[in-house]
């Protein structure tokens, strides 16, 4: 009589753990998702003419000392 109760927890264990993984697959739910990001208005950059003068300025100098270096190298 042992040996038969032997038997059948050893094939009742890993049928029961095969049965619960078989059951917990067919009864899974897919995850869920986030939900995308909803839509917004994005800022638009200025256009050159609403730019400050200074900038302008600090560029045209940056340009001359480029050619003041270039004439000096000579």
Do not use: H
């Amino acid at each position: 009589m042992d040996r038969k109760l032997i038997l059948l927890c050893a094939a009742a264990i890993p049928l029961g753990l095969a049965g619960g993984y078989a059951w917990s697959a067919l009864t899974a739910r897919p995850p869920r998702t986030a939900a995308p990001p909803k839509a917004t208005f994005a800022d638009i950059p200025e256009s050159p003419e609403e730019l400050p003068v200074a900038s302008d300025q600090e560029w045209e100098n940056r340009a001359e000392d480029n050619k003041a270096s270039a004439a000096n190298r000579r």
